[in-house]
């Protein structure tokens, strides 16, 4: 099933929203807790417009009173100069060519207008709060951020002791004609195929999960999770299809575990989208799975320069809290990897 939209823009609203985000002018890389300062200035000065307000308001009511998580915003304001990174080294590339911070501002006001703070960590991306999914030719078919082939099933950062609750992603240069689709699974749904018996093994800390490729490079001290449960809580799962296994002392009933998990990925109801330049997609990150599935490629070099900007969040400032220990030098949310 797609995802609809729960909102669409009108083009004269996303022209005044806009307006409003190219006020900012603070170089998020480079001093982002100013540019956050800036971004919750607009709104408390009234000068973030009032249906992007309302907007973010409804989707915290649909979450409280209908229990629905996932939601598309289309025809969001976006940088009109989005420049094509060096794929040797995309990185440092956007820091020297990216000019304009509308995409990055639209994120942080997105998150500050939810209540969902952000979430960084000093070795991935050099701290930086805001990423980028695009290709970067190392990472070529590895199941990487940085990746231009299909990714399973899984959570963001399963091996690292701190998720984020949500995502969030932002079309910056997506191509129709090749269908690249982002899905989503409710952990909820997951459930529903697994036993109580089989659910109550996967809650018991059986399971590793390595570290990505990219996650190892930027920090070797990051290669294999300490052992964990794959189920936590109702319905959060840590999980990422063909790394999640089992650890070496686990009973056998872990095993079977794992397999029943797998089986009920492939029979759960799942949800889709192709992303276009301009959307917002948020959606859980632990209380459910996503992937990246490409069924078809039509023009390859487009492919290769997909662009989305993505943002790991918080649920709220509760949640935020809960690992203030864990934070660089008391900018909250951005996680402390190198003692
Ligand atoms: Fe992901």
């Not at 060519?97 to 991935?124: C, D, W």
């Not at 195929?193 to 018991?204: E, P, R, V």
Request: aromatic share 12%.
């Amino acid at each position: 099933m797609n995802i609809q939209p729960f909102y669409i823009f009108t083009d004269k609203e996303q022209k005044e929203f806009l307006k409003c985000l190219e006020n900012i002018n603070i170089n998020p890389y480079k001093d982002y807790l100013n540019f956050r300062f800036f971004c919750s200035q607009l709104i408390s000065e009234n000068q973030v417009p009032k249906f992007s307000i309302d907007v973010c308001k409804k989707i915290l009511n649909e979450r409280k009173n209908n229990k629905i998580y996932v939601h598309l915003l289309r025809n969001c304001p976006i940088d009109k100069d989005r420049p094509i990174f060096d794929q040797d080294d995309p990185v440092n590339d956007k820091y020297k060519n990216k000019k304009t911070f509308i995409g990055e501002a639209l994120l942080e006001v997105f998150s500050q207008l939810t209540e969902m703070p952000l979430l960084a960590y000093q070795t991935r991306n050099n701290g930086d709060f805001f990423h980028d999914v695009f290709a970067y030719n190392q990472y070529t078919g590895t199941q990487t951020q940085k990746t231009d082939s299909d990714l399973y099933y899984h959570n963001d950062r399963t091996a690292h002791i701190i998720r984020a609750d949500y995502l969030v992603l932002l079309g910056m240069r997506c191509f129709e004609r090749n269908l690249i689709y982002t899905g989503y699974i409710d952990g909820l749904e997951i459930l529903k195929y697994l036993s109580q018996d089989t659910q109550n093994i996967l809650c018991k800390k059986y399971f590793i999960t390595p570290f990505d490729y990219y996650s190892c490079d930027s920090n070797l001290n990051q290669l294999i999770s300490n052992k964990h449960s794959i189920l936590e809580n109702e319905h959060t799962f840590r999980y990422y299809e063909t790394h999640t296994t089992v650890a070496e002392d686990a009973p056998i009933e872990a095993k079977d575990a794992l397999i029943a998990i797998k089986e009920a990925i492939i029979k759960a109801h799942k949800q889709r989208v192709q992303l276009k330049n301009g959307d917002l997609l948020c959606m859980p990150n632990q209380d459910g799975l996503h992937n990246r599935e490409i069924i078809e490629v039509n023009n390859p070099q487009e492919a290769k320069i997909r662009w989305l900007l993505k943002t790991y969040n918080f649920r709220d400032t509760r949640s935020l809290n809960r690992f203030a220990n864990y934070y660089y030098e008391n900018i909250p949310g951005l996680v402390r990897e190198l003692d």
